[in-house]
């Protein structure tokens, strides 16, 4: 008989619900697995959690720790404090982390003290720039980690550097196998074009979430001109700290420019594949524009997924209004595309290597 094992899965913001889509697909194929999902509440509303559920058909979980909005340390110790007597109480084999963000980092630290094993999904991601909140929980994450699931060869790489090589694996990236399957199912299902009355590539598409670019006013304000004076017709499903911060620069409507809620994942996919080009600062929306060959500016200085930089599909250029009008005017890549993320069959080989090593 298989030696049954119980697997805790710490989620807390939409991109982790993504991940962790395709993982929970796999655990169903394995009798011998207990899969247990805790939510921390990092994220918490309707359209930044629930909707995400719903979308991708991951089942309830099993916790919520409602941790909800806060600093980084209140997030990151909340999390922990509230965690902890759950591992207690569950005594997994195994702790698994997704992504870069504060509920990541809290698992992973929380798991390590109570000499837990962890995995951490999308492992050796780096941009170099320890002022990014997201870098520093990757490094620190990636160094309690046991299992190292790698989406690139880069990203193997980067753990080499940093003398990490024991327990390393690439897997390809988990985002991709939730991309392929989902990306037929928002075609044949999507109505968000018809509700905001928009025909295909006739409209930019616009993501902001990033500290340094919505906490900054005069940043945000340089980003909003620059899209509004291109005389484009721009898209912008609203993040609801950015919403905030529009607030205070009096920017609730503007000609161009149409402001809207934040959209489920697969209306978020319809929106990118529809798009003339993408304007955002998020990692996973490059991604994601990358496989489906549109044109991304990256409202960034450095970024994480260098493979959309090195295939001509992706373009930094931060806050500059100059460069983001140019870009939008003539950024329009043509070159081949490169399989850098694998071959969407990576929760396969995350589950596969778990069952042998575990």
């Given at each position: 008989m298989?030696?049954k094992?119980?697997?805790l899965v710490?989620?807390?913001?939409?991109?982790?619900?993504i991940?962790i889509?395709p993982l929970?697909e796999e655990?169903?194929?394995?009798k011998n697995?207990?899969?247990v999902?805790?939510?921390?509440?990092?994220?918490y509303?309707f359209e930044?959690?629930?909707?995400?559920?719903?979308d991708?058909?991951?089942p309830?979980?099993d916790?919520?720790?409602?941790?909800?909005?806060?600093?980084?340390?209140?997030?990151t110790?909340e999390?922990?404090?509230r965690?902890?007597?759950?591992?207690?109480?569950?005594?997994p084999?195994?702790?698994?982390?997704?992504?870069?963000?504060n509920s990541?980092?809290?698992?992973?630290?929380?798991?390590?003290?109570?000499h837990?094993?962890?995995?951490?999904?999308?492992?050796?991601?780096?941009?170099?720039?320890m002022?990014i909140?997201e870098?520093?929980?990757r490094v620190?994450?990636?160094?309690?980690s046991?299992?190292?699931?790698c989406p690139?060869k880069?990203?193997?790489?980067?753990?080499k550097?940093?003398?990490?090589t024991k327990?390393?694996?690439?897997t390809?990236?988990?985002?991709?196998?939730a991309?392929?399957?989902?990306?037929?199912?928002?075609q044949?299902?999507s109505?968000?074009l018809?509700?905001?009355?928009?025909e295909?590539?006739?409209y930019?598409?616009?993501?902001?979430?990033?500290p340094?670019?919505?906490d900054?006013?005069?940043?945000?304000k340089?980003i909003?001109?620059a899209?509004?004076?291109?005389?484009?017709?721009?898209?912008?499903?609203v993040?609801p700290?950015?919403?905030?911060?529009?607030?205070k620069l009096?920017i609730?409507?503007?000609?161009?420019?149409?402001?809207?809620?934040?959209?489920g994942?697969m209306d978020?996919?319809?929106?990118?594949k529809?798009?003339?080009k993408i304007?955002?600062?998020s990692?996973?929306v490059?991604k994601?524009a990358?496989?489906?060959?549109?044109?991304?500016?990256?409202?960034?200085?450095?970024?994480e997924?260098?493979?959309t930089?090195?295939?001509?599909?992706n373009?930094l250029?931060?806050?500059d209004k100059?460069?983001?009008?140019k870009a939008i005017?003539?950024?329009n890549?043509?070159?081949?595309?490169y399989k850098?993320f694998?071959?969407?069959?990576?929760?396969?080989?995350i589950?596969?290597?778990?069952i042998n090593?575990?």
């Open positions: 298989k030696k094992l119980k697997f710490v989620v807390g913001t939409r991109p982790n619900f991940k889509a929970f655990f169903k194929n394995y697995i207990k899969p999902l805790l939510h921390t509440g990092q994220h509303d930044m959690s629930q909707v995400f559920f719903q991708l058909k991951i309830k979980p916790y919520n720790l409602e941790v909800g909005s806060g600093s980084h340390a209140y997030q110790a999390t922990m404090k965690l902890e007597p759950v591992l207690l109480k569950e005594k084999n195994l702790v698994i982390v997704v992504g870069d963000v990541t980092l809290a698992g992973a630290l929380t798991a390590a003290k109570l837990i094993p962890v995995g951490h999904i999308e492992a050796g991601v780096r941009c170099y720039d002022s909140p870098e520093i929980n620190l994450t990636d160094h309690i046991d299992f190292l699931f690139t880069t990203a193997v790489k980067n753990l550097k940093e003398g990490i327990g390393v694996y690439f390809g990236d988990i985002m991709y196998d991309f392929l399957k989902n990306i037929k199912i928002a044949k299902k109505k968000i018809q509700k905001l009355k928009l295909p590539k006739t930019l598409l616009l993501t902001l979430h990033r340094f670019n919505v900054n006013l005069d940043n945000l340089k909003i001109e899209v509004q004076e291109s005389g484009e017709k721009v898209v912008f499903p993040h700290r950015t919403k905030k911060q529009l607030k009096k609730c409507k503007l000609k161009n420019l149409k402001i809207i809620d934040p959209v994942y978020m996919l319809f929106l990118e529809n798009a003339k304007l955002t600062d990692g996973g490059q994601e990358y496989w489906l060959k549109v044109p991304c500016i990256s409202l960034r200085e450095r970024t997924w260098m493979e930089l090195r295939s001509g599909w373009i250029v931060g806050r100059n460069k983001i009008q005017k003539s950024f890549p043509r070159k081949r595309q850098y694998g071959n969407g069959k990576s929760a396969k080989r589950v596969k290597i778990l090593k575990l």
